[in-house]
């Protein structure tokens, strides 16, 4: 408890309300529940962090492979019309 620091916060009733409530049906009290639910928080957005970065990161991977893909699969198909032409041309 040593490392434990007071703070005064001001919610309205209402939350206080559900606050009370929650806390009883979970059997803690005020200061545990609130500890909780600002790790829980904190851990959600640092998640929420995370993905829209690896999002942002496949979005742009997709862009380059596309380029890639494009600039490859014209030589490609330019090959595979050739061999289909030879295909026809033996028949």
């Given at each position: 408890m040593?490392?434990?620091?007071k703070i005064l916060i001001s919610i309205?009733?209402?939350l206080l309300r559900e606050l009370d409530n929650a806390v009883k049906e979970e059997g803690t009290n005020r200061s545990d529940f609130i500890r909780k639910s600002i790790r829980f928080y904190l851990i959600e957005k640092r998640k929420l962090e995370i993905r829209n970065k690896m999002k942002a990161g496949?979005?742009?991977?997709?862009?380059?492979n596309k380029s890639?893909?494009?600039?490859?699969?014209?030589?490609?198909?330019?090959?595979f019309l050739s061999y289909e032409t030879k295909l026809i041309g033996s028949e």
């Open positions: 040593a490392d434990n620091k309205p009733e209402n496949y979005l742009e991977m997709s862009n380059i890639i893909t494009e600039e490859y699969s014209e030589g490609d198909y330019e090959d």
